[in-house]
Antibody, heavy 119, light 106 residues
């Protein structure tokens, strides 16, 4: 059974750096056919792809946010960490961690974590 | 958004509704469809040419033609009331993109 759980601060100040951790189980992030991604959803708005890391450490980023995002995997801990620099109130959103499986789709999702950016 | 969806549709209980998703990348890549009920994480309901994950009712089906992908709910149930998002690769195949979502009211 695949599970994912997001953790991190619920409140960050503008200009600060956000660090979110995804703890996963039920798979090993060592194959190029698997990956873990981060997707966010501002309140009342649509889903937005942020970043994805494959088991072979290939990484993909949302072009408009690429300069602010870093995704990294720690296979030994079964974790994927997302950092986003220079946070702004418009970055207020629920951040989801997802499993990208062999079907090339986001097959499993964490419950999400709401991050509010406010001074 | 590089994938375009109608913002909202409504369907009578037991009737059929089709949600569409348009984008240039859909000429090359299949769309994936997610259902999201209020306050919950999205759930994968259809992907590829003709694939439904285990546990998804067979009233959900998909199709694709040119730059348009469609998700059809045949015999809509009350529990199908949700937001539906399409998802695919961008036209370069570099990163994923999502549609703006369609709110389905039953």
């Amino acid at each position: 059974q695949i599970t994912l759980k997001e953790s991190g601060p619920t409140l960050v100040k503008p200009t600060q750096t956000l660090t979110l951790t995804c703890d996963f189980s039920g798979f090993s992030l060592t194959s190029l056919t698997t990956g873990v991604g981060w997707i966010r959803q501002p309140p009342g708005k649509a889903l937005e792809f942020l970043a994805l890391v494959y088991g072979d450490d290939d990484k993909r980023y949302r072009p408009s946010l690429k300069s602010r995002l870093t995704i990294a995997k720690d296979t030994s801990k079964s974790q994927v960490v997302l950092t986003m620099t220079n946070m702004d109130p418009v970055d207020t959103a629920t951040y989801f961690c997802t499993f990208r499986g062999r079907s090339d789709n986001f097959e499993n999702w964490g419950q999400g974590t709401l991050v509010t950016v406010s001074s | 958004s590089e994938l375009t969806q109608d913002s909202a549709v409504s369907v009578a209980l037991g009737q059929t509704v089709t949600i569409t998703c348009r984008g240039d990348s859909l000429h090359t890549y299949y769309a994936t469809w997610f259902q999201q009920r209020p306050g919950q994480a999205p759930v994968l309901v259809f992907y590829g040419k003709n694939n439904r994950p285990s546990g998804i009712p067979d009233r959900f089906s998909g199709s694709s033609s040119g730059n348009t992908a469609s998700l059809t709910i045949t015999g809509a149930q009350a529990e199908d009331e949700a937001d539906y998002y399409c998802n695919s690769w961008d036209i370069t195949g570099d990163h994923y993109v999502f549609g703006g979502g369609t709110q389905v009211t039953v």
